[in-house]
């Protein structure tokens, strides 16, 4: 199947991942996100670029309830979540990092991730101390084995480098089963060797889990994602294929630059 038919493909898909309507969201006479419209698929891989202002952390929020719409309506997998707090979006299956760190430096990893995973379970309230065998210390494990943090379990987090507190949170994000994850910068701050182990790392994921990326590396972007959607003063500039975005020339004026004019 060629991209362009797989794109067609999704866009007849009537299961969505992230469905939003007409979303606006005002902080006072600023108007951040303006008639966004947007479908995101089941297992999709989305990059969402834009310049600085454009709106995208902004999107981020509204999609997770963290400054919710003031206008619009989000589902996630066909629900209306518009009215939802943000820890009842979280135990749907929705997930997110964040643009700055926000974790706890005294916690090992291993522990980290269990917190995580504990706080989205059935057992979530109970005051029992969990065992050795726990079920979520064996999720723990696992998820640090996933995101390649094995040797590093029992460190503490504050003696992590950058890159490594950057796969903690991609760990983080997914402690409890998550249906969709949304990346905001990733990359932000690694070096070229740690930004290729991203790229496997993103691309490692299940694939019933999507994700949306946020992202000003354009290569990073562009590697780890479907298709891209570009915006621009708080809504939707234009959308296409990595390689069709890669090559507009208003996308190369309007965000990309002289290096890649």
Known sequence: MSANEAAQRLSNSSVYALELEAVGRRFGALEALADVTLKVGAGERRAILGSNGAGK??????????FPPTSGRIRFFGEDVTEF??????????????QV?????????????????????????????PGARDAT?????????????????????????????????IALALSGAPR????????AGLSPTERRDLVALLGALPAHIGYIIIE????????VSTYVTMMHNGRIF???????????DEVQALYLGAAHG
């Open 101 to 129: 760190s926000q974790l706890f430096g005294g916690l090992s990893v291993l522990d980290s991730i269990f917190v995580a995973c504990r706080g989205v379970s059935r057992s979530r309230l109970s005051l029992l101390r």
């Open 180 to 187: 969709f994850i949304l990346f905001d910068e990733p990359a």
């Open 85 to 98: 707090p943000v820890e009842e979006r979280i135990r749907r299956g929705l997930r997110r990092t964040y």
């Open 216 to 223: 000003h590396d354009l290569d990073v972007a562009l590697r």
């Open 137 to 169: 210390f064996a999720q723990a494990r696992n998820i640090a084995h996933l995101t390649h943090l094995d040797d590093v379990m029992e460190t503490p987090v504050a003696a992590l480098s950058h890159g490594q507190q950057r796969q903690l949170e």
């Open 57 to 66: 952390t902004t999107l981020f929020n509204a999609i997770t309830g963290d």
């Open 238 to 248: 234009k959308e296409g294929l990595p390689s069709e975005i890669e090559e507009d």
